[in-house]
């Protein structure tokens, strides 16, 4: 059988998972997300979701992933359930289609740290033209999907493993950096009360549908990325402060980079806030503008510098993205890891050329699809960003949970969690799960997802 690889220490799959989970989600898509919803309502409920829906959810992945060792098909096939596989082919397809447009971003972003480099602070108020450059962010988007098949043909720990203990935490210092410089602009306040102060006659249906699909997207949640990783992790690893990290890691880096984003947004509209919901060229054309009024120096310095930690976030999640349609076709189709990697990244990377050049370069991908009863044409890759994080992953977190309540049965969930936390049975957390994947999280996904279907594409 071919080498699974597997993490170093306890350590090591924690910081792959918050690496997973830490990305362009984080900071390109979450402020987007707040900016297209209206601010602190959609921030409040998003906090909520991730909170009490998606931390029985991670659970849920990381004991089967442990229970199992393997991918998340394999997964159901070992725990005697061949069936309900059909959740692990879900979040294949999900994590095919996540990754085909997170990588042409992911290429934005590193071409922005050229840019940076060269000074080039102008860059953000083309950034309609940039996108349109398609042979110049191609070219980046295969440097990263590479570098992406490079990583994972490697295995799992390793180099990646080392040297996300020093880029992450520098990320989140250089990130506080600017929320302290951004809080001192003009107009930061009118940022801040957009981005804190609720007013939630702003929520609707959809708002709520993205919410959600924005908390299982950053999570990494739905598509058994963390059966994946948890099929990594040791029976000793207590799980539950495991996945209470990785929360806790990711939702601060996303509160902080709103803390971030939003004064500036209001600097540079000097506090009108227009723009806020621009979508997803956003922070690619707010920040330049910022690193510029820093002075030709440090703008280039901080300026580089956060665009190229921002893409090793990046890299860490596309690296979970392919881990799991190759640990898919090593396991169940008997590939070599190293031929498995290369023959799903190109097929990823074809998937994504519609993302590529449905930024303005070709008509038809740009002006992809008009939603039932909307005035307005989606491109492609919003349109691929509602159907997999919007629609497919909640979809898949929801029969996860169904599968482990009824199906694979609770009490052997609490089982596989209670190894490593001797205190779990009987526990408050426990009977929380449990409620949890029994009822709440069913229910609540269930109505999520038919209410996204509904007030996402058909307006
Ligand atoms: N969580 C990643 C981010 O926020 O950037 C994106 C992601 C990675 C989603 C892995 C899903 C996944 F399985």
């Not at 349109?132 to 440097?143: I, L, N």
């Not at 300026?303 to 690296?319: E, K, N, P, Y």
């Not at 799991?324 to 190109?346: C, F, G, M, Q, S």
């Not at 799960?433 to 996204?452: E, Y």
Request: charged content about 10%; aromatic content about 16%.
């Amino acid at each position: 059988m071919a080498s699974r690889g597997g993490f170093s220490s306890k350590i090591g799959f924690i910081l792959a998972a918050a690496g997973s989970a830490v990305g362009l989600g984080n900071i390109w898509k979450f402020p987007f997300e707040v900016g297209e919803g209206g601010g602190a309502a959609f921030v409040f409920v998003y906090l909520v979701f991730c909170f009490i829906l998606c931390f029985p959810v991670m659970l849920t992945e990381i004991a089967m992933g442990r229970k199992t060792s393997k991918n998340p098909v394999g997964a159901f096939n070992a725990l005697g359930y061949k069936k309900w596989n059909f959740i692990g082919k879900l979040g294949i397809l999900s994590g095919f289609l996540i990754l085909s447009f997170y990588n042409v971003v992911a290429g934005w972003a590193f071409g922005y740290f050229i840019e940076m480099l060269s000074g080039n602070f102008e860059i953000g108020n083309q950034f309609g033209d940039y996108t349109k450059d398609v042979y110049k962010v191609g070219g980046y988007a295969v440097v990263f999907m590479i570098s992406t098949a490079f990583i994972v043909s490697k295995g799992i720990s390793g180099g990646i493993e080392k040297a996300s203990k020093i880029l992450m935490p520098t990320l989140i210092i250089m990130i506080i950096g600017i929320v302290i410089y951004s809080l001192t602009l003009p107009h930061a306040i009118d940022g801040l009360s957009f981005y804190l102060v609720p007013d939630f006659s702003k929520l609707t249906a959809k708002v709520i549908g993205s919410a959600m699909g924005q908390a299982f997207f950053s999570l990494s949640l739905g598509m058994g990325a963390l059966i994946t990783y948890g099929s990594y992790v040791g029976k000793k690893d207590n799980i539950v402060t495991s996945a209470a990290f990785i929360t806790l890691t990711d939702v601060g880096i996303a509160f902080i980079a709103g803390l971030m984003m939003f004064p500036l947004v209001s600097y540079l509209t000097e506090g009108t806030m227009e723009g806020a919901g621009q979508g997803a060229g956003l922070i690619f054309a707010v920040l330049p503008g910022a690193f510029e009024s820093l002075g030709p120096v440090f703008g280039v310095i901080i300026g580089s510098a956060f665009f190229l930690l921002l893409s090793f976030a990046a890299l860490t999640s596309t690296v979970s993205l392919l881990e799991v349609p190759v640990a898919y076709a090593v396991d169940e189709l008997n590939l070599r890891r190293t031929k498995a990697v290369w023959i799903v990244a190109a097929i990823i990377f074809i998937i994504g050329l519609p993302s590529l050049v449905g930024n303005g370069y070709s008509e038809f991908f740009t002006n992809f699809i008009t939603y039932f009863g909307a005035e307005q044409p989606t491109d492609f890759m919003t349109f691929i960003g509602h159907l997999a994080s919007d629609t497919f992953l909640p979809l898949g977190g929801c029969l996860i949970v169904i599968f482990a309540a009824y199906v694979w049965k609770k009490e052997n969930l609490s089982e596989e969690i209670s190894s490593g936390y001797e205190g779990y049975k009987g526990s408050i957390i426990e009977k929380y799960i449990n409620f949890a994947i029994t009822v709440f999280c069913p229910i609540v996904l269930a109505i999520m997802f038919i209410s996204t279907v509904l007030s996402k594409f058909f307006n």
